[in-house]
């Protein structure tokens, strides 16, 4: 039998569908090149936007199209709908959708399985609430063993991400994650190295330690800093040379970290620390945990263990009852911090928030200038830090192959800067240092790399 997905949404998604892609493989299923060579159409959705899921609504209306000119031909179809938005809208979207078979939410990958044995003998699978949506938070969260994504033909596997924990509880009042990934769960750290020790075998050089809030991570008595230092231990003596982490909430981030962080040269010199606002008064209508001076004294701690570093970060503008004062913290906030990059957004209302009711909303004409004066801001910042650092040597992990030139190789600094250097795809999941010797936008080019590893 034949599958097909498509996954949207953040890094904890493709992880997932990684991990199932495994699944798949494992039962002796084979993966289709779309969705009309498939017998299986698996949508991974993600919910943080309505934008997400208008998208991902839009892809099952011509699946379901796909599915009637399929049925008309005697060639069954069968669509399943996973994550957050199956989640959020489980029986809801069948109604909306009456061709979507399956619905599973993020806690019920656990059933997959029996889904798909199901499937395999032809007959239809029994659903434990009477009908298959199964997004009730009965099923325990599963973490599969390993969420390494299958390389492409010819390519090779050369980064991984590890879920730790997922779920979140710190309820911010704009956001839907709380309700559709429910309560924080940690990840048994046997697991975790167990799944490293699986990853480097596959020849991993980098892994991405995931969680909706990462640095929350807690297993009987074992912090996120104890949890940096067990993965620094893990990786030792394995092919893997680089460990990030997503995505951090500033409230959580304990010095001890900082400093395990510093003691161990694994982990990259580049640090996503969300802020979303540079206001305390928005901060404290967001529910975000901390102050203005709070992110930036932490900060300061980061760049004094660590002068190296690089930040990125989110920005949401217009949130209701933001002032032009507001906006103004948030503008001496990034020339405060200067990041080297930031993911901007403007803020869109979601049912089932706390945010959702709340009156004194921006008009979208107020929202997308304020949200222009923020990106002006940061793209004057990636310059002028990118600038900076022409003529240095620096480390690199060589990625694959440039899709614009077959002669170049891109590769990424620790500190998440892509540069672009002359060679061929056998030099793809090696280390190698150059000079960054010119800038292009924002990626930098160099004549020529030495292999280190």
Not at 54 to 68: C, D, H, I, N
Not at 84 to 101: N, S
Not at 269 to 286: D, F, K, P, T
């Amino acid at each position: 039998m034949t599958y097909f997905f498509e996954t949207y949404g953040c890094q904890m998604n493709f992880a997932e569908s990684a991990a199932m892609d495994r699944l798949f493989r494992d039962r002796g299923w084979t993966g289709a090149a779309d969705g009309d060579a498939a017998d299986l159409v698996l949508i991974h959705t993600c919910s943080v936007r309505e934008t997400a899921e208008q998208r991902a609504l839009g892809r099952l209306a011509q699946y379901a199209a796909l599915k009637k000119k399929r049925k008309e031909q005697n060639r069954p179809l069968t669509l399943a709908v996973g994550g957050c938005m199956a989640q959020r809208l489980g029986r809801g979207l069948q109604a909306k959708i009456p061709e979507v078979d399956y619905v599973l939410g993020t806690a019920a990958r656990s059933l997959l399985p029996s889904l798909l044995a199901a499937l395999e003998q032809g007959r239809k699978p029994e659903a434990p609430s009477g009908a298959w949506a199964f997004t009730d938070a009965a099923p325990a969260f599963p973490f599969s063993p390993l969420h390494t994504a299958e390389p492409e033909p010819g390519a090779k596997t050369i980064r991984s991400f590890i879920p730790v924990m997922q779920g979140c509880g710190n309820y911010c009042s704009y956001c839907i994650v709380p309700s559709v990934r429910g309560p924080e769960v940690s990840r048994d750290p046997a697991a975790i190295e167990a799944e490293i020790r699986l990853a480097a075998a596959q020849g991993v050089r980098e892994i991405t330690l995931l969680g909706q809030n990462v640095n929350a991570y807690r297993w009987e008595g074992l912090d996120f800093s104890g949890l940096l230092a067990l993965t620094a231990r893990a990786v030792e003596q394995t092919p893997i040379r680089w460990v990030r982490f997503l995505s951090a909430n500033p409230k959580n981030f304990s010095p001890q970290a900082v400093q395990v962080m510093a003691d161990n040269r694994v982990f990259c010199r580049h640090l996503h620390l969300c802020v979303q606002h540079g206001s305390n008064r928005v901060l404290r209508a967001m529910n975000r945990g901390y102050t203005r001076e709070a992110y930036l004294a932490l900060v300061e701690i980061v760049r004094k263990a660590m002068p190296e570093i690089s930040f990125s970060t989110d920005i949401l503008i217009g949130f209701p009852g933001e002032t032009e004062e507001d906006l103004e913290e948030t503008l001496t906030l990034m020339e405060e911090v200067r990041f080297l990059s930031a993911y901007m957004y403007h803020y869109n209302p979601r049912e089932g928030t706390a945010a959702y009711t709340l009156p004194c909303r921006i008009s979208e004409g107020v929202k997308r200038e304020r949200l222009g004066r923020v990106i002006a801001l940061q793209k004057k910042h990636t310059q002028e830090l990118l600038q900076s650092r022409l003529g240095r040597r620096e480390r690199v992990l060589i990625e694959g192959v440039s899709r614009k030139n077959a002669d170049e190789l891109v590769s990424r600094t620790e500190r998440q800067e892509t540069a672009v250097v002359p060679g061929g795809a056998a030099l793809s999941g090696f280390f190698g240092e150059l000079t960054l010797d010119s800038l292009r936008g924002n990626t930098f080019r160099s004549r020529d790399i030495r292999i280190l590893e």
